[in-house]
């Protein structure tokens, strides 16, 4: 019985141990938004608080930027083929975007718990 109990015990603790690095693993994550034939893909992203999203441009020739107008966030620098920009995310929210010189290119940030 005492066997039973330091064995569940034991794993117990790791278990706590790998929910616990998970999240720290997930905290430092970067999650890629490509950008090609003039959209974002995937459109919607869903992540948690601390995690950092990263656009990419892979179109040929058109140069992009991102701008969280509703938010209030500046809008990025334009950021030309093969070039990227990047932001963390610390508060839970809905954070609806558009690419500031092709206002038809939408997407949406979700971060949640």
């Known amino acids: 019985m005492m066997v ?3 064995i569940a015990l034991t794993v117990s603790k790791s278990l706590l141990a790998a929910l616990i690095l998970a999240s720290v693993a997930n905290a430092g994550e970067v999650v890629e938004v490509s950008i090609e034939k003039m959209q974002f893909e ?7 608080p601390g995690i950092t999203v ?3 441009n ?3 020739r058109n140069n992009h930027s991102v701008f969280f107008e509703k938010e209030g966030y ?8 093969g070039e990227s920009w990047q932001r963390t995310f610390d508060k839970p929210g809905v954070y609806p975007y558009r690419c500031g010189p092709h206002p038809e290119m939408t997407g949406v940030v979700e971060v949640a718990e």
């Open 42 to 48: 995937p459109q919607l992203v869903k992540i948690k």
């Open 74 to 81: 500046p809008e990025s620098e334009r950021f030309f083929p």
């Open 58 to 60: 892979n179109e040929r």
């Open 54 to 56: 990263k656009w990419v």
């Open 4 to 6: 039973m109990k330091t």
